[in-house]
Each structure stands twice: as C-alpha cells, then as structure tokens.
C-alpha cells in the first residue's frame, strides 16, 4: 500500500524555469490537496481538489497550476520559478466526509529555486 | 478566512513527564481538529484527531481536548519517551471542505 506518492524529493530550478511536481495516491480518494511548508509558517493550502476535473485555490494559489484529470493524480505546475517558491511541498489526499476526514500526506517535495 | 494560532513553539521536557500544546482557532464553522506528527524529512503524520461534536477523545498515551465555547484545542502527551521528540501540528477545518489550517508547529523534544 504505498499511499500518497510525490515525485521528485528533491529538485533545484533556476529563476524563470517550469517545472510538474507529481502526486498520486492509490487509495481511491476523492479529495486531494497542496500544501507548502516554510520555516516558521507551518502548511498552506496552494490548491485543492475534490474529485476528477474539479479544482480549487487555497490560500497562496499565485505562480501555481493544478489539474485532475484522473482520481489517483494530482500535479502541481510551476509556470515560472521565482525564489520565494522555495518551499517543501506535500500532497495530501482523503476519502472525504463520509469516512471521518482523515487526511494523508505524502513525504514531501524539497524545492530550491536560485 | 479560519486562523489558527500554537502555543508553545518550543517544548523541552523530561522523559516521563506530561507535554501540553495548545491551539486557538477563529472560525466557529470549524469542526475538525487533527494534530499532526513531523519527523525530520518526512510528510505530517495524523496521531489524533477531534470532532466538534465531542469534548475529548484518548489514544494511549495522547489525548485531545476540546472547547468549543473558547475555540481552543490542546494535544496532551502523558508518559514522554525520546521517539516522541518531533514537531507537532496542530490544524482546523469544515467537515467536507478538506481545507486544513494549520498552527506553526511545536517542536518538542523529550531528553532522556
């Protein structure tokens, strides 16, 4: 059972380039989810989704695109790398209100842009 | 929008001894309140959580607290063991809406 997988862990951008971080869950979740952690600031919601083809933005949407074009996939699009994305992020997924919200992250993407 | 607030930051404790970290949170629609555990170089992990329709709910050697009326929440760490040392989360949200706000996190360590 592997959960919420995230690809790459690690990952250095230059100023300006693009980049898709990938997320994937076999868990058959409806729900997925953004977040970015910065030092001091604990999670914040980027975006989220509550089922295939549907999107939402959290909290700090700006410089970041989502899609879900399938259950199990949730990919985070950088369009073009500025240094305040500096962050780690995780994905997160959860079957939704019927079976108690339970939410559960994946390890994490560390993400340096210079 | 819900904010959340965590107190301490920082947490030393002895081994064996009790450890307390408490959050407020601003919207009264929430009704979900999950702690989370972080290890170094690893993603939140869900120890405990709480629903607004109850006041307090127990898992061994943790244990949340509720109160609705003041909106805060604590996380209670009784018997502290040195793996317990991590940073804590803790977090709110509307049932069904799947958006966690999250407190700045408690980093706790346990000295044995």
Known sequence: NAGVTQTPKFQVLKTGQSMTLQCAQDMNHEYMSWYRQDPGMGLRLIHYSVGAGITDQGEVPNGYNVSRSTTEDFPLRLLSAAPSQTSVYFCASSSGQGSGNTIYFGEGSWLTVV | GENVEQHPSTLSVQ??????????????????????????????????????????????????????????????????????????????????????????????????
Request: aromatic residues 10%; contains cysteine; glycine residues 8%.
């Open chain 2, 15 to 112: 081994e064996g001894d009790s450890a307390v970290i408490k959050c407020t949170y601003s919207d009264s629609a929430s009704n979900y309140f999950p702690w989370y555990k972080q290890e170094l170089g690893k993603g939140p992990q869900l120890i405990i959580d709480i629903r607004s329709n109850v006041g307090e709910k127990k898992d061994q050697r943790i244990a949340v607290t509720l109160n609705k009326t003041a909106k805060h929440f604590s996380l209670h760490i009784t018997e502290t063991q040195p793996e317990d040392s991590a940073v804590y989360f803790c977090a709110a949200a509307v049932t069904g809406f799947q958006k966690l706000v999250f407190g700045t996190g408690t980093r706790l360590l346990v000295s044995p």
